[in-house]
């Protein structure tokens, strides 16, 4: 049986919020089979905030969630890494809006989670296997996903940049794919808009530790991680943002030019199709399909 996962052991660290400056400690706790992924807010009574669709908020340069009027802010790099780590069921808590920004990765985050170990639970693990092909697109940003054996991801950005033009990567994400070919991957952003943000009072913790930055001749960083680090990042943004819709997806993602207002209303868009995909359980002959068709209580949450 391929067992639901938590962590082994509580682990914590301390980093800063990227738009806020202010320093955040982050605690990642083990949790039941079925609880899923849930945000603690413990500088605001331990109000939770679960990772899933139905409390997205504020889509803008990050993705954020909320419920009520308690809000978590950039959550994607580490829903990517849980996800991704096989982690179904962790309590993340935080005494602030932000998760931490770390180096502008996941790696940090893998880190953490392999530092605390992972364990299998006795239930099985669900999965959303898409059977026929959803789609969606705003302008020429399109988002699509299509039937596969495998989590697969095809990302590709084009900017009109001279440092910065096309990029396109293939990836099937696998726990260890993930850990060497995209946590690594910072985010980015382009110098000219860094004065815009921090007029509007945003990216006030962002430095070069955090972010690769592009100026015109070339990137104010030292050196990149791979010579296709900003589309490998969007890969990495895309496998968060799709983690809310709360079960680890069997299919292929097909992307291009797209960011977290487009993977967000996507994620949205395939709760909302529901005949466009099954759950599942793994068994030893394969995936099988569920008995039942009602989404499991943690779509409901
Ligand atoms: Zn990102």
């Known amino acids: 049986m391929d067992a639901q996962r938590t962590l082994r052991r509580p682990i914590s660290c301390v980093g800063i919020g990227l738009h806020s400056g202010n320093k955040v400690h982050l605690s990642l706790k083990p949790a039941p089979a079925d609880f899923g992924v849930r ?43 849980l996800v991704s780590m096989g982690v179904d069921n962790v309590l993340i808590e935080l005494n602030s809006p932000e998760v931490p920004i770390m180096d502008g990765s996941a790696a940090p985050f893998i880190y953490l989670i392999q530092e605390a170990g992972v364990k299998r639970l006795q239930a099985p693990r669900r999965y959303l296997k898409i059977v026929r092909p959803i789609a969606l697109s705003r302008g020429d940003k399109r988002i699509a996903l299509f039937p596969s054996d495998h989590f697969k991801v095809t990302y590709s950005i084009s900017y009109d940049h001279p440092m910065l033009r096309h990029q396109s990567r293939t990836l099937r994400i696998t726990e260890e794919s993930f850990v060497d070919e995209v946590a690594p991957a910072r ?44 589309v490998r990042h969007k890969i990495l943004d895309a496998i968060g943002d799709l983690a809310l819709v709360g079960y680890p997806v069997v299919g292929h993602l097909v992307a291009h030019r797209a960011g977290h207002a487009l993977h967000t209303e996507f994620a949205g868009k395939i709760l909302r199709e529901s005949d466009a995909w099954r759950l599942v359980e793994a068994t030893a002959e394969g995936l099988a399909p569920l008995g039942v068709k009602d989404p499991a209580p943690r779509l409901a949450n």
């Open 39 to 81: 945000f603690r807010r413990t500088d605001r009574g331990d109000h939770e905030v679960p990772a899933t669709v139905q409390h997205l908020a504020g889509i803008q340069l990050a993705t954020g969630l909320s419920r009520n009027d308690v809000s978590v802010e950039t959550v994607e790099h580490l829903l990517a890494a």
């Open 187 to 230: 985010t980015f952003t382009f110098l000219k808009d860094v004065e815009m943000l921090r007029q509007n009072g945003l990216a006030l913790g962002g430095s070069l530790e955090n972010a690769i930055v592009l100026g015109e001749t070339g990137v104010l960083n030292n050196a990149l991680r791979f010579e296709d680090e900003f």
